[in-house]
């Protein structure tokens, strides 16, 4: 009988079939109700900057990770981190400014003004207590917002394979060959933008990646003119001395670095300035970490969190503000954007009033009644 669709066993198998996909199609949708909603949107921070902001996960869950990309990266290398965690955690990521879909501008590309972007970016988004993830570029941004607010509205940190800078006081301790070797780089980015981010991106990542991944990366990169990426090389490395954040970090932090980088021993020796700090090193993994050994990276940061003494689970949370705790160094910026505001004089609502003159005050006092007129005309 095959060949008949109108046969018995034919018609019990189209049966059994359509149960199939309507049980598949119902556990399907039944579990992407149950999954966290993306959000990708952009928030004015104020100042003319906008910031790009993906945010994913539990709204009214008891952490909130905060991950900043490096680098001429965006908050899309995070993905991984963020398809991980928001199903435990309210997790956002963004774009810090003059990289990816942020508002590219020429002022304010340093560790201290991002530092203030942030922190004006965790007030606009209600945020409580977070936990502040950086890697590479984001660690230097991490030290400047510790510098500047302190840790004290914090629940904990995670440094992610990178040394907070000594500035330029520690220009003498690299060999000098290594520090003009870094400018070499820069003259390369300058006029080989792509095909250095290219080779970057290949350096940064040990795990093979496909092309398309590759291309990704440096499209992500090359959003950022190279005047700017070049200006925000020397603000992370040479600026300012961020050390002093080692002794102000009061909470728990985890520093995860690559068992390869070259500032393994530095990252060590700040780990133990630090009083609560807990060191991880990851093996089979380049400075990308989270990418190489995403697993182990998870694994790592979701034990950290978990022993976190975090803020109690609030539908409509009011975050502490964060407070200066010294006077920043602050990037100049020039007069002439700089605009006056503008100064509103108060109105004055009330108005005389007039009496009107009605033929009984004629009789009694022998005045002539006046033609009708209204009371803005008698002022």
Not at 13 to 24: G, Y
Not at 187 to 212: C, F, G, W
């Amino acid at each position: 009988m095959v060949g008949y669709p109108c046969a018995p066993e034919n018609v019990g198998m189209k049966l059994t079939w359509q149960i199939v996909v309507v049980l598949i199609t119902a556990d399907f949708f039944v579990h992407a109700e149950s999954l966290p909603q993306l959000r990708d949107r952009t928030v004015d921070i104020g100042n003319d900057v906008s910031l790009r902001v993906i945010e994913d996960g539990k709204l009214a869950s008891s952490a909130t990770l905060i991950l900043i990309p490096g680098w001429s990266t965006t908050a899309d290398i995070w993905r991984e981190q963020i398809n991980r965690f928001a199903p435990t955690y309210r997790v956002i990521s963004f774009d810090p400014r003059s990289q990816g879909e942020s508002t590219i501008t020429t002022d304010g590309n340093t560790p201290e003004q991002r530092a203030q972007d942030l922190h004006s970016l965790l007030n606009l988004l209600n945020v409580r207590r977070p936990v502040l993830i950086g890697w590479s570029q984001g660690v230097e941004d991490i030290a400047a917002f510790i510098n500047r607010y302190g840790t004290n509205n914090l629940s904990g940190i995670v440094l992610v394979d990178a040394a907070i800078s000594p500035g330029a006081e520690g220009i003498p301790e690299r060999n000098a060959k290594q520090t003009a070797a870094q400018f070499d780089t820069f003259a390369t980015y300058q006029t080989h933008q792509q095909e250095y981010l290219a080779d970057m991106m290949r350096a940064i990542v040990s795990k093979p990646q496909s092309n398309d991944a590759i291309e990704e990366l440096v499209t992500m990169g090359l959003k950022t003119p190279p005047d700017i990426g070049i200006a925000m090389r020397i603000a992370d490395s040479f600026s300012v001395n961020r050390m002093v954040a080692l002794k102000k970090i009061n909470c728990p932090t985890l520093i995860v670095a690559s068992a390869k980088s070259p500032g393994l021993a530095q990252q060590q020796a700040q780990a133990k300035q630090i009083s609560q700090a807990h060191f991880e090193q990851i093996e089979d993994a380049a400075h990308a970490v989270f990418l190489d050994q995403p697993d182990r990276f998870n694994e790592l940061v979701t034990s950290f969190v978990a022993k976190l003494p975090l803020p109690a689970s609030d539908l409509n949370p009011t975050p502490t503000p964060f407070v200066e705790i010294d006077r920043p160094v602050i990037p100049v910026v020039v007069e002439r954007y700089r605009k006056a505001p503008k100064i509103v004089k108060p109105q004055k609502w009330h108005q005389r009033v007039v009496r009107e003159r009605t033929f009984w005050d004629k009789l009694r006092y022998g005045w002539i009644v006046p033609q009708k007129k209204s009371a803005k005309t008698q002022r």
